[in-house]
């Protein structure tokens, strides 16, 4: 063992849709960016449980489509710096980690770092054993070990896929238990996690790591080198864009979609397994969202405004508007200001069903909430017609949208908090509030807020087309041209 403190390097992996939160979670703001449990994001809960634990370059690893969701999430934790690797699509685990050990490796070149792989979208209630298992298991990831975190059950799951831990590994005196990985097994049957459960040697597979990157990148060559080779392609010519880092779309495309554990966790001879009982769960469903959750002396847990009679044992989330349940129990009732879900609490892994047809249809309560977040603020659809829509638009102080044209349609802006700063051809004015501006059609324009509190308009929206991609940009101060 070294005689020095490692610095470990966190990679998040912010991908995933988590269809099995809708309609709280859509395809483009899912679940990780989401407040679920305390009052931070669950991004933002998994980089603020890394306090107290000696890490070094954190990097969030995400779909293209949700880049500036998570720059807006780092923002507020200040741990923007550059750090976001986009993924043009979406190519599973082993290929994602490749990404950041070759990054990890250029920082750093003459080392191994240390790369703890976490997701952003589990929830660990006990965050001083989490950090104790991770500071445990550092001895071994520094000999060379490949360290999967296998979760302690507390009861027969049949959700997760399980680990079956072999004999003790041990590094030094000093070391805590670790033991080698007898086997990866897939999600059981009742009675089968049941045995797991009694036999004592069985942990869930919380999908989280610790290794060095040199060391996962030989595993990686040696077991599945056309992951490497696809991703150092991608790799090759990368480079700075404002906070991301892009990787070649192209390239990354040819990659082979793969989970670490069937790329190299399963094939390896050095993989160990850490036990952590820390009260973790993925929140892979609304169940396991109650499960974890407050409640009340009925047993139901409340988000909103909700008033319950005679009513037990369910989650019932109001996003806007009032919520009233009486004489049920075991249900799962979420409203958002689209769409409400009314389950049983015991089938809720088939809202995944509903999602599929949602997306079979192309409906927008697949993709996006009526309130959509962007770089510069947010904007709700607050009514619309054949031939209109109304927006109400929030831009945050010293933000703007880009300076833009429509083919189809006219805008008419009305300020109802704050001050505008309105570009219209070659006019430029300010507008206070209850005062407004109409934009004809394929005018040149632009909304910025130079004040020091948010900017509030409605927008006023009128034409034979009226979608969003009616944009034609000229310049933007977030890079989308």
């Not at 991770?134 to 896929?161: D, Q």
């Not at 009675?191 to 597979?205: H, P």
């Not at 966790?265 to 769960?281: F, I, L, Q, R, Y």
């Amino acid at each position: 063992m070294k005689n020095h403190t490692p610095i470990i390097n966190p990679v998040i992996m912010a991908g995933g849709s988590g269809s099995r939160l809708w309609p709280l979670s859509r395809a483009l703001y899912p679940k990780q960016f989401l407040c679920l449990s305390g009052d931070k994001t669950m991004l933002q809960a998994t980089i603020h449980r890394l306090e107290g634990i000696d890490s070094g370059n954190l990097v969030v690893i995400c779909n293209e489509q949700h880049r500036f969701i998570v720059a807006e999430q780092l923002r507020e934790l200040n741990k923007l710096t550059g750090n976001i690797v986009l993924e043009p699509v979406g190519r599973n685990t082993a290929p994602a980690i490749a990404l950041a050990a070759i990054a990890a490796l250029r920082n750093q070149p003459s080392n191994d770092p240390l790369l703890l792989i976490l997701a952003a979208d589990h929830v660990i209630q006990d965050e001083d054993a989490f950090r104790k298992a991770v500071t445990n298991a550092v001895p071994f990831a520094e000999s060379g070990k490949l360290v999967t975190f296998g979760i302690v059950p507390n009861f027969p799951e049949t959700g997760y896929g399980y680990i079956h831990r072999g004999e003790q590994c041990v590094i030094s005196n000093n070391s805590e238990a670790a033991y080698e990985v007898s086997q990866f097994v897939e999600k059981p049957d009742l009675e089968t996690a049941q045995a797991y459960l009694a036999d004592g040697k069985y942990y869930w597979n919380s999908g989280m790591f610790l290794f060095g990157a040199r060391r996962y990148l030989e595993e990686l060559k040696k077991f599945r080198p056309d992951i490497l080779a696809a991703c150092e392609k991608a790799m090759a010519n990368i480079g700075p864009d404002l906070d991301f880092m892009r990787i070649d779309a192209a390239e990354f495309l040819a990659c082979p979609d793969e989970s670490i554990d069937y790329a190299v966790m399963e094939k390896t001879s050095d993989a160990v397994v850490m036990p952590m009982d820390a009260g973790w769960s993925d929140v892979g469903s609304w169940s396991s969202l109650w499960d974890i959750s407050e409640k009340n002396s009925q047993g139901n847990v409340h988000h909103g405004d909700v008033i319950s009679h005679n009513t037990e044992n369910c989650y019932i989330h109001a996003e806007s508007g009032l919520v009233t349940t009486v004489g049920v129990e075991n249900l799962v009732i979420v409203q958002t200001k689209d769409a409400v879900l009314v389950a049983d609490r015991n089938q809720v892994q088939d809202v995944k069903k509903i999602v599929e047809k949602l997306k079979a249809e192309n409906r927008h309560e697949f993709h996006i909430h009526r309130e959509v977040y962007r770089p510069w603020g947010k904007y709700d659809s607050i009514d619309s017609g054949e031939r209109y829509q109304v927006k109400r638009i929030t831009v945050k102080p010293g933000e703007g949208l880009s300076l833009q044209m429509h083919h189809h349609r006219s805008e008419h802006w009305v300020v109802v908090a704050g001050t505008a700063r309105i570009t219209l051809g070659d006019t430029v004015k300010l507008l206070s509030e209850n005062e407004s501006i109409y934009i004809p059609i394929g005018v040149i324009h632009c909304i910025e807020n130079p004040g020091k509190i948010p900017l509030d308009l409605i927008e006023v929206r009128s034409g034979t087309y009226l979608e969003e991609d009616d944009v034609v940009r000229f310049k933007d101060r977030y890079g989308r041209i």
